[in-house]
């Protein structure tokens, strides 16, 4: 899971009203399940689990593997207050937060009491800390979340001491906090990003565990909870996809699956949220924005590493939806909650019967493949959007590119957030946050932001047929300063060939900008009219096809010599960029071919090549 950062919390001009109405802070208790545990699973939930460990072989492997960890905790220390970067505990909140899973987990499935004792050091360790740093208030949420898991799953082996001692932990480092923020309907309770589900998650799962000791407490922070969760929630419509990317895809979800799967567990009801427009698709993202080698297309801050998330198994059952069971199958670690969410039956679920090819819209992200469940084929990642999404570079019109089990074409994903004003005055200043480090065009490049920060953009048409598959971006609004019109068409031809028009229409003369950033060893032809990467024995040719003027340079993966050089960003070491630069362009018409090579094969001559709109 990535790093969350001190985000903006700006918010839009006027907030629609929420859609569901949730239940007054007096009568949202009024169903609660008697007892515990009761969060996300009961004694029932628990005893079933134990017969599909002796039974089941994935539920048997994964458990061996979660009680070697758990063996290995008994051992260590507790986790101590630690903010390394003078601004986050988040790394020691979700310490603490695995262990507690995991050794409670260990604790119903083995009768054990030492994951008890050892699950209790590390809470009361954590309760005598100074505070759950409210400040960066997703360590409080996740702390809360952790306290209540325990509290909850262990509930009948503490002491009544050590319940109280948990409980006024949970009330005067977590909640209490919390209620200003609610009361204030301030900062993160207006949110539409990952910042709302995950403190509106960690407080509401707080809620429901100490609802009978904190009545009044629990019954104000739920209501706000499920109130300000509407928000977020609204922005996985109409299809699922988040504008974040799909690292904070998997951060924002793994809250909102929690509080609505402890919500139903507990109240016997998710009051209707559940079934809010795109929240039932969302499990497609992943499985769409993962290529095949299990690394994602990373746009916005997010790295490229494979999305692990055990609550697609809780979405494949509770909207059924096997595809998600499918993928969540093949690269869960496990996580103690892969294990309580799964089911022998999702054993046989299968995701190659999806389309190869989907436009996620709203999000404006499309991703195209020639084929599922194969290392080697191919898959792009491309993109128009929003600059004005949280967490947002500016990449509109950007792309990423895997063949022949290679990734050829790379996002550089995000730089240190601890860099003075990255996530303020400075941003657009740092390499890795303008459209110069993307792979993607630059216009008239200066030490202004390259692309406009407020352009939101979206994709005009969009092909899936896999002969001939294709998507165009109307990009223009990203550089309306310089032309009135920008568009890129991405095509996937015959599943094996990657055709990037771009056609640009400049105000006066322009100097115009076509990066691609790679990992790859790049020669260019004597004309640089054609280049060969090379990577892990593989080849993947690239052409310039239009217009004749056009050539390829090999730069470092750095600023422009006119763009802002800050004093500290990342060096991108082994990155470079294949690029071509048009002056005094006024209306062109930009052409490359990037074609993957198997072993013997030859380059296609460009007249044999099929390159109509």
Known sequence: MILAGIVSLALRAAEPAPALAIPSASNILSTIRAGHPRLIANDADFTALRARVGEDPTARDWFARLKTEGDKLLSAPPSTYEIPDGVRLLSTSRRVLLRVQTLALLRHLTGDTNYTRRAGLELEAAAAFPDWNPRHFLDTAEMTHAFA?????LFHDWTPATRERL????VEKGFRPA??????????TRARHNWNQVCNGGMGLGALALAEVEPELA????????????????????????AEGPGYWNYATTYNCAILAAVESTLGTDFGLGAMQGFADAGLFPIYLTGPLGRTFNYADGGDGTIRAPHLFWMAHRFGRPAYAAYQREVASPHPLDLVWWRPEFTSAVRDDLPLNKHFRAAEVVTFRNRWGDRNALFVGFKAGDNKANHSNLDLGSFVLDALGVRWVVDLGADDYNLPGYFGAKRWSYYRMRAESHNTLVLNPSTEPDQDPSAATRITAFEPNPRRAFAEADLTPAYVRHARGVTRRL?????????IRDRVQAHSPAQLWWFLHTRAGVKLSDDSREAMLTQDGQRLHA???EPPEATFALMAAQPLPSSPRPEKQHANEG???????????????LTVILTPLAAGQNP??????DLRD
Request: charged fraction near 25%.
């Open 543 to 545: 052409r310039v096809a």
């Open 604 to 609: 296609p001559a460009l007249d044999s090549l």
């Open 575 to 589: 990155v470079r960029k294949l690029a071509i630069q048009l002056a005094n362009v006024r209306d062109v018409r």
């Open 167 to 170: 409980r006024t932990a949970m």
């Open 219 to 242: 019954g104000e922070i739920l209501s706000g909870a499920l109130t300000s969760l509407q928000l977020p929630m609204r922005e996985f419509a109409p299809d699922g996809a988040w």
């Open 179 to 188: 209620l200003e923020v609610y009361r204030k309907n301030s900062s993160w």
């Open 149 to 153: 898991i325990g509290y909850d799953w």
């Open 491 to 499: 095509t996937v031809a015959d599943g094996n060939r990657v055709v």
